[in-house]
């Protein structure tokens, strides 16, 4: 099943219902606001959907823990050129160069598929996270 996300229940779903699903608990669980501004209409690999889903965890777990933000933006897309997940958020932000073993790990999940990831802040008005994976029929 290349296009379904497995979870540990055995049942299948899509990233878009994964995300979903992901992002409401979260936004319960902390208080902070999600704005969901896209998520995939198409079938995603497994193996791309779970760099995501791995790299989304990452970043919220980021501005839970840093940014003091209010509200999250989170938007997922694939189409022809491939993946695209962008997560902004208006806390504190931060000057320099984004580090730390969560950073790293987020860049991981996206080189592992041949892709990007990015990180880059404005102090006092947040910090966005931008992945890229090219698609690969």
């Known amino acids: 099943m290349s296009d379904e996300v497995r979870v540990r229940e055995g049942r ?7 995300l979903e699903e992901h ?12 704005e ?11 193996v791309t959907a779970g760099a995501v889903l791995t790299a989304l965890g990452e970043a919220l777990a980021n501005v839970e823990r840093h940014s003091g933000a209010r509200v999250v933006s989170v938007a997922v897309t694939f189409g022809r050129a491939g993946l695209r997940m962008t997560v902004s958020d208006n806390g504190i ?11 790293t790990a987020m860049r991981a ?3 592992r598929l041949g892709g990007t990831l990015s ?9 966005t996270v931008t992945g890229a994976v090219p698609r690969q029929d």
């Open 119 to 127: 990180v880059n802040g404005v102090p006092g008005e947040g910090t």
């Open 93 to 103: 932000g931060f000057f320099g160069e984004a580090r730390g073993r969560g950073v």
């Open 23 to 34: 992002l409401t608990e979260w936004a319960e669980r902390t208080g902070i606001a999600v």
């Open 109 to 111: 999940c996206f080189e």
């Open 12 to 18: 299948s779903r899509s990233l878009a219902q994964a």
């Open 36 to 46: 969901i501004w896209a998520l995939p209409a198409l079938d995603v690999p497994s």
